[in-house]
Nanobody, 123 residues
Framework: QVQLVESGGGLVQAGGSLRLSCAAS????????MGWFRQAPGKERDFVAA????????YYADSVKDRFTVSRDNANNTVYLQMSSLKPEDTAVYYC????????????????WGQGTQVTVSS
């Protein structure tokens, strides 16, 4: 049974940094993509970043490019989202998700999801 557990959210001032973690278990993830998404109140769930577990190839939404970095630790089956230069508009619940095959930006194409972690950026 696949399980994804996010951690690392919290309250931070604008301009600050946070690192989110997503601990994955329940399968061998070498042929899978890991995605990060976020959802603000009253808004749709949006793509943030993704990484291919085997190659390390990364993808980013334009809104976070050059501020966020996604990485993975194969030995510990953990994916990270390092967030810097945070803005109030980054406030949302952040979710990690996984799917077989290539990474995509469409949340409905991901099969498994974590419970989410709240990130709040104050101005």
């Amino acid at each position: 049974q696949v399980q994804l557990v996010e951690s690392g959210g919290g309250l931070v001032q604008a301009g600050g940094s946070l690192r989110l973690s997503c601990a994955a278990s329940g399968r061998t993830f070498s042929k899978y993509a890991m995605g990060w998404f976020r959802q603000a109140p009253g808004k749709e769930r949006d793509f943030v970043a993704a990484i291919m577990w085997s190659s390390g190839t990364t993808y980013y939404a334009d809104s976070v490019k050059d501020r966020f970095t996604v990485s993975r630790d194969n030995a510990n089956n953990t994916v990270y989202l390092q967030m810097s230069s945070l803005k109030p508009e980054d406030t949302a619940v952040y979710y990690c998700a996984t799917r077989g095959g290539i990474a995509t930006m469409r949340p409905y194409e991901y099969d498994y999801w974590g419970q989410g972690t709240q990130v709040t950026v104050s101005s």
